[in-house]
């Protein structure tokens, strides 16, 4: 019975794929139908046979059956036919190949343009590059043989006199200036022996030269360009029928004034026509044809525009997969649901279903859920019988399908608690783009996520999006469980550290928790339960306890640790006690928290995933118990500091005066390689830039705890930057990585005078945000908002485009069983991964932190 | 110590062990130090990479995720304040690119002792500039009335650069073809020889010439400025030529470099040439104040260099010397590869990871990997 319900899985079914070009007689055999009149549709609308729309080419109407095989719509993969071409066309693709056969070849005898000896040993040389440095090297070779063949002037096979031959683009061949038609071309193309053309890049056993001129075309079945019926009932053609059509039309005229034996110009007009349609159904972009158009206008997409670029069927369809079973909404915080848990709403769960398959164990397990159907949650909404028939889940099938079900049956029930899925938020830059988390069905309309792992999804939520995907299948919920679920991505691979860590309140909470607040045992039993902890066995028995005691509690009792804050003080762990220092972002934010690596080192991922969730909680707990709010008057400065500053700004001022004076006067010492503009700018900016920073320190200085410096002091927002820009000076505004200058003929507003050099006239906002900035000020300050916005414009595409180019060279590159990297042909890139084989986010920043083990074994 | 550092040899990497040497505490003793060796080795065999992980992908995406955060200001300064030089992603785009000539070229020339102590730098730096007749010269002019070219000379500079006059007119004499080539009092006139027939155009096409003449120095170098750098003076140059200014007898060879990769590949060769790649990118990246780890830099690194030849990671690089038709076709240029295969016969195998995907198949990373057969 076991086989029963085992599933096949094959695991590769295509072991490789070859790739050639169809002859004439190829063509011919594996079309089922020639097609010999443009028109598509008789009276009835019916399709007309040997029209483009045969029904032996495929069906696209519900109902019809296809000749050739019998199967309905979406069963019939559809077929190819052909059109006998009344006159021989140039496919334009190959247009490079056949100049260069006919300039290698003669043109009398066919034989290639090289003495027989040297022939040979070209031919022994071609297969021996091939076997040794693979089709590349091969393809260097030819093009040097083409090269050399080309310029011989009598054949050394039957000594005629060679002609010179020449393109005119896109698609007619010149003799010495005569032009040669293509059945000329073709016969002489004809005449190349088998073993010349694999030495001018064709082989013999996939292809002949001649081929490459047309003489039957294939006819792509109509299921490739299916026609679409527009609400008014008519029909509307695919573009491809559409070219497809004037060329079976011009075809035709072709055929009759032949036949009726019409003057050469007119045979050779049609003939011209013929070309024409015919290289525009290959390829639309030709440079030197006017693209074949729409009558609104618009450019018709044919054969190679349909694979190109980003939209086409290469990047888009074969490279880029649809997929069912997942979802997208909008995404808000929940700093309550765990961190490796997704907040899913309910209607998107009773959508979304796993796949149960029932056996005799978990029978009436899975019958509870197709009596609550699909109305009620968590129901089910359908029944899978083993032969593969689908049915849905209503009250009226409900009875017989619960009568019918035995094992072997699979139930598709709704989505709930516990069960994976992995979550992704474009652009997926990274692997930390996709992680697995565990559903959790909430009320409401959005996904909720931990606020904690925004950064590896580099997610807000401003109105961001996400996608949810839900694996169907056993293998694939264990790789993501395993592989890919949130606390497995908490080490980066980029730089050993970790990218999931407490952000904003959370950072802030700890740091006043561990900095200011002391509390009665009982307050701080209180706070540690609301952030769900209930082991207070830690706390001691003091009656008044301080933060950093109450913070301890979470730690593990052997934790040692020794670190530095964001200010630089210390911050020691003993013992899993907090001894010294506070707790900030250095330790537990992302990107940079070392205490954070330790433990999740020492401790495990799980166990630091629930470390993670508790610190933050506490930190939010804090701020909301103890309350964190910031006002105008946080920026406050003393009298003493507003002085300073002020005196600061006027003496850059002067400074910038005195260096325009001696610019002025000729006496600025050049820097070298610069002119005097560029000295000045380069001293002025230097100047201006002190200065800022100089105000800036001052108001860190004199800065009161506020707040906002909380705010900055732990990392959890802001920095010193955005303080002085508040308290201080704005500073000086640059575009381009220079100070304004543009605007006005010589000067930058109409205020300010002309050839004006000075600080204020060049976009310094002396200000502060707090002050308040003059017109001007916030003019230039506009400038500067407008040139980041420029710049970060520009950059996207830009990276994207670097970024695209290093995953598609080296996406195959993979460690081997022996250790060295390798790529998909087996190339040894290097030997051992990073020189010693240490995986990056497993160590400490890919190296081996040996001090700590050589203390830890001295000190026992 | 040394049994032990036998005993782990084929164990561990070279430079762990010496590490580990390095690190010891003055007292430790035998059990001591068997624990340690047994710990690093144990923590050691614990970090290491996964078979099949999937390693380009990653340094691909540690590169490629924060390439959005750098800046695209072109021109940053580089530790001098006067020397222009790429930087960011357009230096990163370049790199990769394997670009045979370079936005800013630059060397960074060590220098032998005295000179490295600051002795007679300035004269060193001028021997190292190639100084081009406009240079020298005070003033260029042409006299219309004569038909001749006079030269006034910058006798401070010539001093400076310590030519001798008679040289710089040999030069000329030497670099352009009929000329006669007088001496005044403050320089040269020159004056086209004689046909009978020179009109303004051609003298002013001979002025322009004359100015661009090469007189002395090292070619290519445009700029020379010696800084101090960590107690040490370097001469920082706009414009490389590694292997003239290699030659020299006053500087060291050992550190001297350029940041022009192709030239260090024609120079010093491949291995050199990746180790700059790797030194290049990671200044950018840290210059910028992102954390990568070296590693992934490596791997790119590796992967232009793996043939012998520093290849970009473009269409015409890397990317097009793929094995598989269809990796090359869903890069760039589809219709190009499709082609081409299809006259030659390709056979795709399917060996890499796109080709897989397309075809709805395992790839053969990772888990697809392992190729297990089990009877049923």
Same mark, same amino acid.
């Given at each position: 019975?076991?086989?029963?319900?085992?599933?096949?899985?094959?695991?590769?079914?295509?072991?490789?794929?070859?790739?050639?070009?169809?002859?004439?007689?190829?063509?011919?055999?594996?079309?089922?139908?020639?097609?010999?009149?443009?028109?598509?549709?008789?009276?009835?609308?019916?399709?007309?046979?040997?029209?483009?729309?045969?029904?032996?080419?495929?069906?696209?109407?519900?109902?019809?059956?296809?000749?050739?095989?019998?199967?309905?719509?979406?069963?019939?993969?559809?077929?190819?036919?052909?059109?006998?071409?009344?006159?021989?066309?140039?496919?334009?693709?190959?247009?490079?190949?056949?100049?260069?056969?006919?300039?290698?070849?003669?043109?009398?005898?066919?034989?290639?343009?090289?003495?027989?000896?040297?022939?040979?040993?070209?031919?022994?040389?071609?297969?021996?590059?091939?076997?040794?440095?693979?089709?590349?090297?091969?393809?260097?070779?030819?093009?040097?043989?083409?090269?050399?063949?080309?310029?011989?002037?009598?054949?050394?096979?039957?000594?005629?006199?060679?002609?010179?031959?020449?393109?005119?683009?896109?698609?007619?061949?010149?003799?010495?200036?005569?032009?040669?038609?293509?059945?000329?071309?073709?016969?002489?193309?004809?005449?190349?022996?088998?073993?010349?053309?694999?030495?001018?890049?064709?082989?013999?056993?996939?292809?002949?030269?001649?081929?490459?001129?047309?003489?039957?075309?294939?006819?792509?079945?109509?299921?490739?360009?299916?026609?679409?019926?527009?609400?008014?009932?008519?029909?509307?053609?695919?573009?491809?029928?559409?070219?497809?059509?004037?060329?079976?039309?011009?075809?035709?005229?072709?055929?009759?004034?032949?036949?009726?034996?019409?003057?050469?110009?007119?045979?050779?007009?049609?003939?011209?026509?013929?070309?024409?349609?015919?290289?525009?159904?290959?390829?639309?972009?030709?440079?030197?044809?006017?693209?074949?158009?729409?009558?609104?206008?618009?450019?018709?997409?044919?054969?190679?525009?349909?694979?190109?670029?980003?939209?086409?069927?290469?990047?888009?369809?074969?490279?880029?997969?649809?997929?069912?079973?997942?979802?997208?909404?909008?995404?808000?915080?929940?700093?309550?649901?765990?961190?490796?848990?997704?907040?899913?709403?309910?209607?998107?769960?009773?959508?979304?279903?796993?796949?149960?398959?029932?056996?005799?164990?978990?029978?009436?397990?899975?019958?509870?859920?197709?009596?609550?159907?699909?109305?009620?949650?968590?129901?089910?909404?359908?029944?899978?019988?083993?032969?593969?028939?689908?049915?849905?889940?209503?009250?009226?099938?409900?009875?017989?399908?619960?009568?019918?079900?035995?094992?072997?049956?699979?139930?598709?029930?709704?989505?709930?608690?516990?069960?994976?899925?992995?979550?992704?938020?474009?652009?997926?830059?990274?692997?930390?783009?996709?992680?697995?988390?565990?559903?959790?069905?909430?009320?409401?309309?959005?996904?909720?996520?931990?606020?904690?792992?925004?950064?590896?999804?580099?997610?807000?939520?401003?109105?961001?999006?996400?996608?949810?995907?839900?694996?169907?299948?056993?293998?694939?919920?264990?790789?993501?469980?395993?592989?890919?679920?949130?606390?497995?991505?908490?080490?980066?691979?980029?730089?050993?550290?970790?990218?999931?860590?407490?952000?904003?309140?959370?950072?802030?909470?700890?740091?006043?928790?561990?900095?200011?607040?002391?509390?009665?045992?009982?307050?701080?039993?209180?706070?540690?339960?609301?952030?769900?902890?209930?082991?207070?066995?830690?706390?001691?028995?003091?009656?008044?306890?301080?933060?950093?005691?109450?913070?301890?509690?979470?730690?593990?009792?052997?934790?040692?640790?020794?670190? =530095? *804050? @964001?200010?630089? %003080?210390?911050?020691? /762990? +003993?013992?899993?006690?907090?001894? &010294?220092?506070? #707790?900030?972002?250095?330790?537990?934010?992302?990107?940079?928290?070392?205490?954070?690596?330790?433990?999740?080192?020492?401790?495990?991922?799980?166990?630091?995933?629930?470390?993670?969730?508790?610190?933050?909680?506490?930190?939010?707990?804090?701020?909301?118990?103890?309350?964190?709010?910031?006002?105008?008057?946080?920026?406050?400065?003393?009298?003493?500091?507003?002085?300073?500053?002020?005196?600061?700004?006027? =003496? *850059? @001022?002067?400074? %910038?005066?005195?260096? /325009? +004076?001696?610019?002025?006067?000729? &006496?600025?010492? #050049?820097?070298?390689?610069?002119?005097?503009?560029?000295?000045?700018?380069?001293?002025?900016?230097?100047?201006?830039?002190?200065?800022?920073?100089?105000?800036?320190?001052?108001?860190?200085?004199?800065?009161?705890?506020?707040?906002?410096?909380?705010?900055?002091?732990?990392?959890?927002?802001?920095?010193?930057?955005?303080?002085?820009?508040?308290?201080?000076?704005?500073?000086?505004?640059?575009?381009?990585? =220079?100070?304004?200058?543009?605007?006005?003929?010589?000067?930058?507003?109409?205020?300010?005078? &002309?050839?004006?050099?000075?600080?204020?006239?060049?976009?310094?906002?002396?200000?502060?945000?707090?002050?308040?900035?003059?017109?001007?000020?916030?003019?230039?300050?506009?400038?500067?908002?407008?040139?980041?916005?420029?710049?970060?414009?520009?950059?996207?595409?830009?990276?994207?485009?670097?970024?695209?180019?290093?995953?598609?060279?080296?996406?195959?590159?993979?460690?081997?069983?022996?250790?060295?990297?390798?790529?998909?042909?087996?190339?040894?890139?290097?030997?051992?991964?990073?020189?010693?084989?240490?995986?990056?986010?497993?160590?400490?920043?890919?190296?081996?932190?040996?001090?700590?083990?050589?203390?830890?074994?001295?000190?026992? | 110590?040394?049994?032990?550092?036998?005993?782990?040899?084929?164990?561990?990497?070279?430079?762990?062990?010496?590490?580990?040497?390095?690190?010891?505490?003055?007292?430790?003793?035998?059990?001591?130090?068997?624990?340690?060796?047994?710990?690093?080795?144990?923590?050691?065999?614990?970090?290491?990479?996964?078979?099949?992980?999937?390693?380009?992908?990653?340094?691909?995406?540690?590169?490629?995720?924060?390439?959005?955060?750098?800046?695209?200001?072109?021109?940053?300064?580089?530790?001098?304040?006067?020397?222009?030089?790429?930087?960011?992603?357009?230096?990163?785009?370049?790199?990769?690119?394997?670009?045979?000539?370079?936005?800013?070229?630059?060397?960074?020339?060590?220098?032998?002792?005295?000179?490295?102590?600051?002795?007679?730098?300035?004269?060193?730096?001028?021997?190292?500039?190639?100084?081009?007749?406009?240079?020298?010269?005070?003033?260029?002019?042409?006299?219309?009335?004569?038909?001749?070219?006079?030269?006034?000379?910058?006798?401070?500079?010539?001093?400076?650069?310590?030519?001798?006059?008679?040289?710089?007119?040999?030069?000329?004499?030497?670099?352009?073809?009929?000329?006669?080539?007088?001496?005044?009092?403050?320089?040269?006139?020159?004056?086209?020889?004689?046909?009978?027939?020179?009109?303004?155009?051609?003298?002013?096409?001979?002025?322009?010439?004359?100015?661009?003449?090469?007189?002395?120095?090292?070619?290519?170098?445009?700029?020379?400025?010696?800084?101090?750098?960590?107690?040490?003076?370097?001469?920082?140059?706009?414009?490389?030529?590694?292997?003239?200014?290699?030659?020299?007898?006053?500087?060291?060879?050992?550190?001297?470099?350029?940041?022009?990769?192709?030239?260090?590949?024609?120079?010093?060769?491949?291995?050199?040439?990746?180790?700059?790649?790797?030194?290049?990118?990671?200044?950018?990246?840290?210059?910028?104040?992102?954390?990568?780890?070296?590693?992934?830099?490596?791997?790119?690194?590796?992967?232009?260099?793996?043939?012998?030849?520093?290849?970009?990671?473009?269409?015409?690089?890397?990317?097009?010397?793929?094995?598989?038709?269809?990796?090359?076709?869903?890069?760039?240029?589809?219709?190009?590869?499709?082609?081409?295969?299809?006259?030659?016969?390709?056979?795709?195998?399917?060996?890499?990871?796109?080709?897989?995907?397309?075809?709805?198949?395992?790839?053969?990373?990772?888990?697809?990997?392992?190729?297990?057969?089990?009877?049923?």
């Amino acid at each position: 019975m076991a086989d029963d319900y085992t599933a096949i899985h094959v695991h590769k079914k295509v072991q490789s794929i070859t790739f050639q070009s169809f002859s004439p007689k190829m063509i011919k055999k594996i079309a089922v139908a020639k097609v010999v009149t443009p028109e598509l549709y008789d009276k009835e609308g019916y399709p007309v046979d040997g029209g483009l729309m045969d029904i032996r080419l495929g069906v696209i109407d519900p109902g019809l059956n296809c000749k050739t095989c019998g199967s309905r719509l979406k069963e019939c993969q559809g077929h190819f036919g052909y059109i006998e071409l009344a006159r021989p066309v140039i496919h334009i693709n190959f247009v490079a190949h056949i100049l260069a056969a006919l300039r290698t070849t003669c043109r009398e005898c066919g034989r290639l343009l090289l003495k027989q000896a040297k022939i040979n040993k070209l031919l022994e040389e071609l297969k021996q590059t091939e076997k040794e440095d693979g089709l590349d090297a091969k393809r260097a070779k030819i093009k040097a043989i083409i090269t050399s063949a080309r310029n011989t002037t009598s054949c050394p096979h039957c000594k005629t006199r060679q002609q010179k031959i020449t393109l005119e683009k896109p698609t007619t061949f010149l003799e010495n200036e005569k032009r040669v038609n293509p059945i000329e071309i073709r016969s002489r193309l004809e005449k190349i022996p088998d073993e010349d053309i694999s030495l001018i890049g064709l082989e013999s056993e996939f292809i002949r030269p001649e081929w490459m001129i047309l003489t039957v075309m294939l006819i792509p079945p109509v299921t490739m360009r299916p026609s679409i019926t527009l609400e008014t009932g008519e029909r509307s053609e695919d573009d491809l029928t559409h070219k497809l059509g004037d060329i079976v039309r011009i075809n035709q005229r072709l055929f009759e004034n032949i036949n009726a034996g019409a003057p050469e110009i007119i045979v050779e007009d049609l003939w011209d026509l013929l070309q024409y349609h015919v290289t525009t159904f290959f390829d639309n972009a030709v440079a030197q044809l006017p693209p074949a158009r729409h009558r609104s206008g618009q450019p018709l997409k044919t054969i190679s525009e349909r694979l190109k670029s980003k939209e086409g069927r290469i990047r888009h369809n074969l490279a880029g997969k649809r997929t069912n079973f997942s979802s997208r909404t909008v995404i808000s915080p929940d700093p309550r649901i765990g961190m490796n848990e997704v907040g899913v709403p309910k209607i998107v769960a009773q959508k979304i279903t796993i796949p149960e398959t029932v056996t005799k164990w978990n029978m009436d397990y899975i019958k509870e859920f197709i009596e609550r159907g699909a109305e009620n949650y968590p129901g089910s909404n359908y029944i899978i019988r083993p032969d593969g028939k689908r049915k849905r889940i209503t009250d009226e099938t409900k009875e017989q399908l619960l009568e019918e079900l035995q094992p072997g049956y699979v139930v598709e029930r709704h989505l709930m608690d516990g069960d994976v899925a992995i979550f992704n938020r474009q652009p997926s830059l990274h692997k930390m783009s996709m992680m697995c988390h565990r559903v959790k069905v909430l009320p409401g309309r959005t996904f909720r996520i931990n606020p904690a792992v925004c950064h590896p999804y580099n997610a807000d939520f401003d109105g961001d999006e996400m996608n949810l995907h839900v694996p169907q299948t056993e293998e694939a919920r264990a790789e993501a469980e395993i592989l890919m679920e949130v606390q497995t991505q908490i080490i980066s691979p980029r730089y050993g550290l970790s990218v999931i860590g407490c952000i904003q309140d959370a950072i802030s909470g700890n740091y006043v928790l561990t900095k200011f607040i002391d509390l009665p045992r009982k307050e701080a039993a209180e706070l540690l339960y609301s952030a769900g902890i209930d082991d207070f066995s830690k706390l001691g028995t003091k009656k008044i306890l301080n933060g950093r005691e109450i913070f301890s509690s979470i730690l593990p009792e052997d934790l040692d640790f020794e670190g =530095k *804050a @964001k200010d630089g %003080t210390p911050v020691v /762990i +003993k013992k899993g006690k907090l001894v &010294e220092g506070v #707790i900030d972002d250095n330790a537990f934010g992302s990107e940079k928290a070392l205490l954070f690596r330790r433990i999740h080192k020492k401790y495990g991922k799980d166990f630091t995933l629930k470390l993670m969730e508790q610190v933050s909680l506490l930190g939010i707990e804090t701020l909301l118990k103890y309350g964190l709010s910031s006002g105008l008057s946080d920026i406050d400065m003393p009298k003493e500091a507003t002085e300073k500053i002020e005196e600061t700004l006027t =003496k *850059a @001022k002067q400074a %910038t005066e005195d260096l /325009i +004076k001696q610019f002025r006067d000729g &006496e600025l010492e #050049i820097l070298p390689g610069r002119s005097m503009e560029e000295t000045l700018e380069l001293k002025i900016m230097e100047v201006l830039n002190k200065a800022r920073n100089e105000t800036g320190n001052i108001a860190q200085e004199y800065a009161k705890v506020s707040a906002t410096t909380i705010m900055a002091r732990s990392g959890a927002r802001g920095g010193p930057l955005n303080m002085a820009q508040m308290a201080a000076c704005v500073g000086q505004q640059a575009m381009r990585g =220079k100070r304004i200058g543009k605007g006005y003929k010589g000067r930058t507003l109409s205020c300010f005078k &002309e050839k004006d050099l000075s600080a204020e006239a060049r976009g310094f906002v002396e200000n502060s945000f707090k002050k308040g900035l003059t017109p001007a000020e916030f003019f230039f300050g506009s400038i500067t908002g407008r040139d980041s916005l420029m710049d970060t414009a520009l950059r996207t595409p830009k990276s994207g485009y670097l970024y695209r180019r290093l995953a598609n060279a080296m996406q195959d590159l993979k460690v081997e069983y022996d250790g060295t990297i390798r790529d998909s042909a087996k190339k040894v890139v290097q030997f051992k991964y990073g020189e010693d084989g240490i995986d990056v986010s497993r160590s400490e920043n890919g190296t081996i932190n040996i001090k700590q083990i050589i203390q830890d074994v001295v000190e026992g | 110590m040394q049994e032990l550092k036998k005993e782990y040899k084929d164990l561990l990497p070279e430079k762990i062990i010496q590490e580990i040497e390095d690190s010891l505490p003055e007292k430790v003793s035998k059990t001591q130090l068997k624990e340690i060796f047994k710990r690093v080795l144990e923590e050691y065999e614990n970090s290491q990479v996964d078979p099949g992980e999937s390693v380009g992908l990653i340094a691909a995406e540690s590169i490629g995720e924060p390439g959005t955060q750098m800046t695209l200001n072109t021109f940053h300064f580089a530790g001098v304040a006067e020397m222009n030089v790429t930087t960011g992603l357009p230096r990163i785009i370049e790199i990769v690119d394997g670009r045979e000539k370079i936005k800013t070229p630059m060397m960074e020339i060590f220098l032998q002792k005295p000179y490295s102590e600051g002795e007679k730098i300035k004269e060193l730096a001028m021997k190292i500039k190639s100084t081009l007749l406009e240079d020298l010269a005070k003033e260029f002019s042409i006299n219309i009335g004569e038909l001749t070219i006079e030269l006034q000379l910058d006798r401070e500079v010539i001093k400076q650069v310590g030519i001798r006059e008679e040289t710089i007119q040999k030069t000329i004499s030497q670099g352009v073809k009929s000329i006669t080539i007088k001496k005044t009092e403050d320089g040269f006139i020159i004056r086209p020889r004689a046909k009978g027939n020179e009109s303004l155009n051609e003298l002013y096409k001979l002025k322009e010439k004359l100015r661009a003449l090469f007189i002395t120095g090292i070619k290519n170098i445009q700029q020379v400025l010696p800084v101090k750098r960590k107690g040490e003076w370097i001469i920082v140059t706009s414009g490389t030529n590694l292997k003239d200014v290699m030659k020299l007898k006053e500087i060291d060879p050992t550190r001297t470099i350029s940041n022009d990769i192709k030239e260090i590949r024609k120079v010093l060769g491949v291995e050199a040439a990746r180790q700059s790649i790797i030194n290049e990118v990671y200044k950018v990246i840290e210059d910028q104040g992102l954390n990568i780890n070296v590693r992934h830099i490596m791997m790119v690194s590796d992967t232009m260099c793996m043939t012998g030849e520093v290849k970009g990671i473009t269409r015409y690089g890397i990317v097009g010397e793929k094995a598989s038709v269809l990796a090359r076709a869903s890069f760039e240029t589809p219709i190009k590869h499709l082609l081409n295969a299809a006259i030659q016969g390709e056979e795709d195998h399917l060996i890499s990871v796109i080709e897989n995907v397309m075809l709805n198949q395992p790839v053969p990373t990772g888990t697809g990997l392992p190729t297990l057969k089990m009877k049923r």
